[in-house]
């Protein structure tokens, strides 16, 4: 997929925050947390379909002539249209802890992928396969207890409000930028 949109190819890993900065921090940045993934949200579903253009949650298409939801079609309120064809997406949403505090995270397709080494099509197939489709899959929950260097997206927040959960742009557990 083509996830150029949110390039990571240049973050630098120079502003370094830890996890009770990025909560007190009013400005908007990108950041790296060095944490560890101390739980997954297991309530939260794990994957979600998504549009091949925008990668938006995509929703079922109501047809509003004959009011009946069509099956092999998804409106994206992203790109505004009707599409046909649906991506199987990641969206992991993780509890992280420092040595100063802990948040939440979400970690998306890219992401996700490239630490377990399969696609959420493959990983959703493999559940459904085994049974398992209502259980959450083993090679996620064996993320839980790793450390990583987290970027994230921070925006800009105030006294008032602070989000509950940050976006991830790049997870690496790399020794060279972690140490
Ligand atoms: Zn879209």
């Known amino acids: 997929m083509n996830s150029?949109?949110?390039?990571?190819?240049?973050?630098?890993?120079?502003?370094?925050k830890t996890v009770s900065q990025l909560?007190?921090?009013y400005e908007e940045t990108r950041c790296c947390i060095y944490a560890i993934i101390c739980a997954l949200k297991i309530e939260v579903p794990?994957?979600?379909?998504?549009?091949p253009g925008c990668a938006k949650k995509v929703n079922p298409y109501l047809n509003p002539e004959t009011?009946?939801?069509e099956m092999d079609k998804f409106?994206?309120?992203?790109?505004?249209?009707?599409?046909?064809s649906i991506k199987t997406?990641?969206?992991?949403?993780c509890k992280v802890l420092d040595h100063t505090g802990t948040t939440s995270f979400v970690m998306f397709d890219k992401e996700v992928s490239q630490l377990i080494h399969k696609s959420a099509y493959e990983l959703l197939e493999q559940q459904v396969q085994f049974n398992s489709g209502n259980e959450f899959p083993r090679e996620l929950l064996a993320l839980e207890g790793r450390e990583f260097v987290f970027t994230v997206n921070k925006p800009e927040t105030s006294k008032?409000?602070?989000p509950s959960t940050f976006y991830v742009v790049n997870v690496t557990d790399d020794h060279a930028k972690i140490l």
């Open 75 to 84: 409106s994206c309120d992203g790109c505004e249209t009707i599409v046909c």
């Open 46 to 51: 794990w994957w979600y379909l998504g549009c």
């Open 89 to 93: 997406r990641y969206q992991v949403h």
């Open 67 to 69: 009011e009946e939801i």
């Open 23 to 25: 909560l007190t921090s």
């Open 4 to 16: 150029k949109k949110i390039s990571s190819d240049h973050i630098p890993f120079d502003n370094r």
């Open 160 to 162: 008032n409000y602070t």
